[in-house]
């Protein structure tokens, strides 16, 4: 190869390589927030950790309270449960239809209220979490904790998502878009008595879906629950009135 030839490809793959980085060509998977509850996040995928910084972030931590709801990110199969292991502590994984893993660490080790460790297998996995367990997007599949390495670091959620070919993918733009076509900011459960924004958003969301005809307000009383409720049932959902994760996505197809 000559000199030249080689420095276009060079050149190439600087250009492609700093279009990846910019998220020009960034890679997202549709999922559902894996956090049901009060949360916050930031891109630290990729940011050095480790004594030394010998080791690179494969995740996203979403920061949350013990014992926030942590919920499956998509329809899936649950394809490892790790109890607890001393990095890791309490970890899921669940795989999807293609092949994509997503993994949660260091879910609650405690008794509620406590720093014990003692919270066992019942205290970090919701019941029926299991090697197999087939689960949808929104199901609830444990709670935030600190086990493994978090125990110094404070409750959070480290989540990954790994390509079938077992490379590490960024998460946050899956959990941005997650937030964003929500029709709610992640937070808690929309009921009757809420007021505001995401209140707001719901209502034109219900209307968009030809389930609410009257005036946009913010508040959520019984004319939102009732809409809520019949959206439930046309998409085969237990009708609560309420929404939660699984309405959430749901509103999001809309
Ligand atoms: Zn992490």
Known sequence: MQFRQGLYILAMFVIVFGLWNTRV??????ITFPVDGASTFRDDFGEPR????????????IIADKLTPVVAAVDGVVSDVVSPEATWGYAVTIKDNAGYKYIYL???NDTPGTDDGL??????????????????A???????GDSGDA??????????????????????ESLVLALKSGGSE??????????GEEVRRLQIKLANAGFYNEEITGNFGPITKSAV???????GLEPVGQVGPKTRAALSKV
């Open 25 to 30: 060509f960034a890679f997202s998977r549709p």
């Open 50 to 61: 480790g004594a030394n910084g010998e080791r690179k972030h494969l995740g996203v931590d």
């Open 106 to 108: 260091h879910l609650n």
């Open 119 to 136: 919270g066992g297998e019942a205290g970090a996995y919701a019941p029926g979490i299991k090697v197999g367990a087939k689960v949808k």
């Open 138 to 144: 929104g199901d609830l599949i444990g709670w935030v």
């Open 151 to 172: 125990e110094d670091t404070g409750s959070h959620l480290h989540f990954e998502i790994e390509t079938p070919k077992k490379v590490n993918i960024n998460p946050y």
């Open 186 to 195: 992640v937070g808690p459960r929309l009921a009757v008595g809420d007021k």
């Open 229 to 235: 409720t019949r959206f439930q049932k046309s998409k």
